[in-house]
């Protein structure tokens, strides 16, 4: 069963920044495309960020230049560094395996059914 602990967030003034970790469990990442997702308050579930098994990276519009995913195999964690933040980040995130490959944005689809916890975003002065 793939198991991902999501952390790192928390509440943040506008312009700041946040890294967001997200630890597997049970299995190894190497080969498999990871994808963040954040849910705002009463919005759906939507993909910000994910990166392929080999490295390549796809971001949402609202979020290019301003966030920056990255991996650490050896660690079995993804990384979302979030800087220039702005009260539309506010939402809970949370990490998947993508089915999709990380191809793109518009097609990030998580793998199974359930979720993490998420870690909380607050971005408010």
């Known amino acids: 069963q793939l198991q991902f602990v999501e952390s790192g967030g928390g509440l943040v003034q506008p312009g700041g920044s946040l890294r967001l970790s997200c630890a597997a469990s049970?299995?190894?990442?190497?080969?498999?495309?990871i994808g963040w997702f954040r849910q705002a308050p009463g919005k759906e579930r939507v993909g910000v960020s994910c990166?392929?098994?080999?490295?390549?990276?796809n971001y949402a519009d609202s979020v290019k230049g301003r966030f920056t995913i990255s991996r650490d195999n050896a660690k079995n964690t993804v990384y979302l560094q979030m800087n220039s933040l702005n009260p539309q980040d506010t939402a809970v995130y949370y990490c998947?395996?993508?089915?999709?490959?990380?191809?793109?944005?518009?097609?990030?689809?998580?793998?199974?059914?359930?979720w993490g916890q998420g870690t909380q975003v607050t971005v408010s002065a």
């Open positions: 998947a395996v993508d089915r999709n490959f990380c191809y793109k944005i518009a097609t990030m689809t998580p793998h199974g059914n359930s």
């Open positions: 990166i392929s098994s080999g490295g390549t990276t």
């Open positions: 049970g299995f190894s990442l190497d080969y498999h495309a």
